[in-house]
């Protein structure tokens, strides 16, 4: 299994990596903003859910077949952009004021699970991104090559939740000052609905 050196190290990296700016991040920061905490939460699990399935993927030797592919990588950039494309619909379109905060108060904790999940597995960098940074940290004379990537891809996950825990409830004390302001909240909602668009554009011009 993997030395206590490793871990450490991998576990400062992955943290570090974290609280980068990047899609899923950005994406945690402006569910929470918008939608509030507890909605925030649910959509890292969903995220964390979806690195789940890449860490099972690299393990199991899937995720290189997927990257020898460009019909696949194009196919799941192309599902990626469209549904970011489609959150940014919803955010432009969101009511504010009181008809707002009813629905965050009524909001579907699933879908917003669902929403990180797809969110995660539509991203093909980040199958580039595992199949990269993991084996790095293996060593054959150790074990498994499975159990260690499984591990790392557990230690990966931890670390996300830690950071994108951290940045759920920044934003989500932040905006709950500033959504009193129907205003603001129009604001909140057109700053999320471009971020969004933002991001399906760069997801659909990416290569491998």
Not at 17 to 35: C, E, H, M
Not at 80 to 86: F, I, R
Not at 89 to 95: D, G
Not at 161 to 183: E, N, P, Q
């Amino acid at each position: 299994m993997l030395s206590l050196d490793t871990c450490i190290a991998f576990f400062s990296l992955s943290l570090l990596l974290g609280f980068t700016p990047g899609p899923d991040n950005i994406f945690v920061l402006l569910q929470s903003a918008t939608q509030g905490r507890k909605a925030g939460w649910v959509v890292t699990l969903g995220l964390c859910a979806g690195l789940v399935v890449h860490t099972l993927a690299v393990a199991l030797g899937l995720a290189a077949v997927f990257a020898a592919s460009a019909t696949a990588f194009t196919v799941l950039k192309v599902l990626g952009a469209a549904y970011l494309a489609y959150l940014a619909w919803q955010a432009f379109r969101a009511p504010v004021g009181a008809l707002a905060e009813q629905a965050e108060q009524q909001a579907h904790l699933g879908r917003m699970f669902l929403r990180g999940w797809v969110m995660n597995l539509t991203n093909p960098k980040v199958v580039f991104f595992f199949l990269a940074l993991l084996p790095q940290f293996v060593h054959a004379e150790r074990g498994s090559i499975a159990l260690q990537l499984c591990a790392l891809g557990g230690i990966f996950i931890l670390t996300t939740l830690i950071a994108f825990g951290t940045i759920t409830v920044f934003a989500a004390a932040v905006s709950a000052r500033l959504r009193g302001s129907v205003a603001t909240q129009r604001w909140l909602n057109r700053v999320a609905g471009t971020v969004f668009l933002g991001l399906a554009t760069k997801l659909a011009l990416a290569e491998r």
